[in-house]
């Protein structure tokens, strides 16, 4: 019990810290006269996040999703469907990209 204790104060002393490096760097920004805007609009940054943009949209994106369906819901869902029995392993699970899409309690 002590230790999940530890393992929270951890988790939400990282988010702090994460929060503190950020007001200390856009404190260091303002003193030095640095406008963030300035740097996010520079061409170098628009060119790497283009970049990053089509490797995800051209590579992990596709990559991400074949996981998701062929593995995940594909080989995992026919797994626990033939664990329980009685569910249709035909059937793909809710959410899935060709299965039916989930309902809000309609």
């Given at each position: ?26 404190a260091?920004?303002a ?7 300035d ?37 995992l869902?026919e797994?626990?469907?033939?664990f ?10 809710a ?12």
């Amino acid at each position: 019990m002590h230790h999940a204790i530890n393992s929270t104060s951890n988790r939400q002393g990282g988010f702090m810290k994460y929060i503190i490096v950020f007001a200390v760097l856009a404190a260091a920004l303002a003193y030095f006269g640095i406008s963030a805007a300035d740097i996010i609009e520079s061409q170098p940054v628009q060119a790497a996040w283009r970049v990053a943009q089509n490797l995800w949209v051209d590579y992990a994106s596709p990559a991400l999703a074949f996981l998701w369906e062929r593995i995940i819901v594909g080989f995992l869902w026919e797994g626990i469907a033939e664990f329980f029995g009685d569910v249709d392993i035909d059937a793909e699970p809710a959410g899935s990209a060709t299965g039916t899409p989930i309902q809000n309690g309609d």
